[in-house]
């Protein structure tokens, strides 16, 4: 079966203390992996995409890196405002769904 | 430069009554897709709609629940007859070329049935 895990399932970290998210997942013929954040009451925002093992992208203070079986969100001297839940997602497999995971709750403290 | 639309924000029901959500993609976007989201939990896919046609409905449930994309309008999910356990935000994406693009989300519509 097709699944999602990341971890933590919550990370407190105070302001400035660099530290990376884990996304594992377990797809057959991986098409896309996103990244997302979700602040409370809103929906999902689109961070990035990577579609091949050794693909790394960044924006800000966020890189995402992605080998055969996960991909790492790093967060380098973040801030109070980058407390947000970060989701990943996979595309792939027999149906070719979008599958997410449950979300690392991210909290920077100042 | 709308993003995807949702409304209503909130919305709440009696058991029995008919909720109707409704979605508006991004301009130029023809790829629609609900998703359910319940407390610590993480999206769960429901159904994946072009104008007009169903593409995928297979994390519907098959009872109560459709929904529609038509040529005009916004997309709507309805769910008949609800109950206490369709509670939840139901999110609405959108993409440009389906499923080889990334999906951008409206801001959930949070369903409260009583």
């Known amino acids: 079966e097709d699944q999602v895990t990341q971890s933590p399932e919550a990370l407190r970290l105070q302001e400035g203390e660099s530290s990376s998210l884990n996304c594992s997942y377990t797809v057959s013929g991986l098409r896309g992996l996103f990244w997302y954040r979700q602040d409370p009451g809103k929906g999902p925002e689109f961070l990035f995409t990577l579609y091949s093992a050794g693909e790394e992208k960044e924006k800000e203070r966020l890189k995402a890196t992605l080998t055969k079986k996960e991909s790492f969100l790093h967060i380098t001297a973040p801030k109070p405002e980058d407390s947000a839940t970060y989701l990943c997602a996979v595309q792939g497999g027999r149906d070719d769904k979008i599958i997410f995971g449950k979300g690392t709750r991210l909290h920077i403290l100042p | 430069n709308a ?13 029995g009554q008919e909720a109707r959500l409704r979605c508006s993609p991004m301009k130029g976007h023809s790829h629609v897709y609900w998703y359910r989201q319940l407390p610590e939990e993480g999206l769960k896919f429901m159904v994946y709609l072009q104008k007009e046609n169903i593409i995928d409905e297979s994390g519907m449930p098959k009872e109560r629940f459709s929904a529609e994309f038509p040529k005009e309008g916004p997309s709507i999910l309805r769910i008949q007859q609800v109950v206490r356990g369709d509670s939840a935000a139901y999110f609405c994406a959108s993409s440009r070329n389906g499923r080889d693009s990334p999906l951008h989300f409206g801001n959930g519509t949070r369903l409260t049935v009583t």
């Open chain 2, 3 to 15: 993003g995807v639309m949702q409304n209503p924000r909130h919305l709440v029901r009696r058991r």
